[in-house]
């Protein structure tokens, strides 16, 4: 159940008694929804710190997978089928790696970084790649037009 809803984040209720951050695909740039594990859940239960990405693209599937977060992220129950496409398990993959020291901030709530601030810095990072992709798309528009 959603408790509180921003431009930035959604932020979930309890879920098995711990509270996650669940980050839209409009937010995130990513296919797919996915939530950051927080600090009381990896610690207390002495596992690596996960994100958990939606396992399908339907709003009726409920299976989330966990992947560890680290510079080389993976899959934390292999066995486990991915329904996603490998370009988009890829896309979540390069996410995690590139961020997965911000991931660590947030997810520990000893550190200065917040969840605002994160996706701070994900949507500034998200409209560079925007303005540059649109950049390329207008120059090869300018490009077949001179042809």
Do not use: C
């Amino acid at each position: 159940m959603l408790k509180e809803r921003t431009l930035y984040y959604y932020k979930t209720d309890e879920i098995n008694g711990s509270t996650f951050w669940l980050l839209s695909p409009e937010r995130t740039g990513l296919p797919v929804y996915i939530h950051i594990d927080n600090w009381e859940r990896f610690k207390h239960l002495e596992h690596p710190l996960w994100i958990y990405f939606k396992n399908g693209y339907e709003d009726r599937n409920n299976e989330w997978l966990p992947l560890v977060v680290s510079k080389r992220p993976y899959l934390a129950f292999p066995r486990k089928r991915v329904k996603i496409t490998t370009d988009d398990f890829e896309k979540i993959v390069e996410f995690v790696s590139r961020y997965s020291n911000e991931l660590r901030a947030v997810a520990d709530n000893e550190k200065e970084l917040t969840i605002i601030d994160f996706m701070q810095i994900v949507g500034g990072n998200l409209h560079k790649k925007r303005v540059a992709e649109d950049a390329v798309d207008l120059l090869l528009a300018i490009r077949d037009n001179k042809e």
